[in-house]
């Protein structure tokens, strides 16, 4: 099994790292002809969303990655990932990828609350350490879309058939278990 991982901007080698953990094998996509390259799944790392957004727009891959997600790839998007897959972003009018039946908020929590960590529940694996970074949350999710955690009333991962989110960083916890989840995504897809 190998995994693609967007390498455009943000925080991607602590992926990498937390794949090798698990015996994944991974690889950089960082331009349009990686995407060339025969892959199971594509993990997009937290960052700047406007950035990122820009970045595959500018390299010509924006239309690509969206085919590949609508024609089933499983994906997995952390923070800025999760905005860049997301339909709908309340404060912003761009949207970027738009794959997800899902409504978010950027920087939802504030200058004052801009980073913090807890240990909440995640359907499917249980009790897991979460660590936020100027975080989005989602604010609605659609039919198409389940809910799978939730922290002080909002919604903090979720998933839609092959796409899962995340508005936590859990590659920088210890704790793979939210990867071994997307592992399983892909294997029992
Ligand atoms: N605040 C960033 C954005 O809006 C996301 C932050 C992150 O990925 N850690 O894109």
Excluded: W
């Excluded at 693609?4 to 698990?22: N, P, R, S, V, Y």
């Excluded at 015996?23 to 993990?43: C, H």
């Excluded at 991962?157 to 859990?170: G, I, S």
């Amino acid at each position: 099994m190998r995994i693609g991982i967007l390498c455009l901007q943000g925080a991607f080698i602590e992926h990498i790292h937390a794949l090798d953990k698990l015996g994944a094998d991974s690889f950089e996509i960082r331009q349009k002809s990686d995407l060339r390259r025969s892959f199971d799944g594509l993990i997009i790392p937290g960052g700047e969303s406007t950035v990122i957004g820009k970045l595959l727009g500018d390299l010509g891959m924006t239309d690509k990655v969206r085919g590949m997600i609508t024609d089933g790839l499983p994906v997995f998007g952390t923070c800025a990932g999760l905005i860049l897959l997301a339909k709908r972003i309340e404060n912003d009018d761009r949207t970027h990828l738009s794959t997800m039946d899902i409504t978010v908020m950027r920087n939802a929590y504030g200058r004052q609350l801009g980073s913090f960590a807890c240990v909440a529940p995640f359907e499917g694996i249980g009790e897991i350490p979460m660590t936020f970074i100027r975080a989005p949350y989602i604010t609605e999710v659609g039919a198409n879309a389940h809910a799978l955690a939730t922290v002080d009333g909002h919604i903090v991962a979720a998933r839609q058939d092959n796409q899962l989110v995340t508005a936590f960083h859990p590659e920088l916890t210890d704790d793979a278990r939210v990867h071994e989840y997307f592992l399983g995504m892909i294997k029992g897809k």
